[in-house]
């Protein structure tokens, strides 16, 4: 990974240790980039790290997860409540629907462990991805009917509860992507 100004400045390389290869997610901070890493010697799992954009050490985030299935599969970090969440692939389906991994799951991260996923009110649980966070709640994509209705909900990450912020419309498939408007960061050249 590189870090290149507006302006085409210096270029800062970017560097994981021990990590084959890297891509850049999001900013984490407006001085650390979050980043998923390839694990050494697993091609099909990876860890989360952040990574300061001025070259110095990367903070591992997450510990290594994913399978060749697919299931583990780390989708991304987001920080709400004091906690720090990640979406992650997992084999939950509606009942009849195709096996595999194809749902997701909200699950809080402690200590660079996965704890157990958050059960969110209103959901099936099957698949429930995070698109951001406001007020300390996470924003989530979350199936809440079989065969697979969705709605764009706002989740107390510490109780499950959920709020509907944009539910399907009767007779559609739901909400399908969704992510809120962060304003841009860099400026003047930097």
Known sequence: MQVVGNAGGKVTRLTVPGAPSCVPLTWWSTSTVLAYCRAQ????AGQLWLVPTDGSGPTQLTQ????????????????AAAGTYVTVSNFRQCPGAPSGPGGQS???????????PIAVQGT????????GTSGGNLLVI????????SALLLVDPSTG???TVMAATAGQ???LAAFPYVAPTAANGQ
């Open 124 to 131: 099936t649980n099957n698949h429930t991805s995070i698109v």
């Open 173 to 175: 498939v739901g909400v």
């Open 41 to 44: 010697g697993q091609p099909s």
């Open 161 to 163: 509860d959920s709020r």
């Open 142 to 149: 979350a199936q809440t009917s079989c065969p697979g209705t």
């Open 106 to 116: 909200v699950v809080p991260v402690s200590g660079g462990s996965l704890e157990q």
């Open 64 to 79: 290594t997860s994913g399978s060749p299935s697919g299931n583990g599969d780390l989708g991304g970090a987001w920080q």
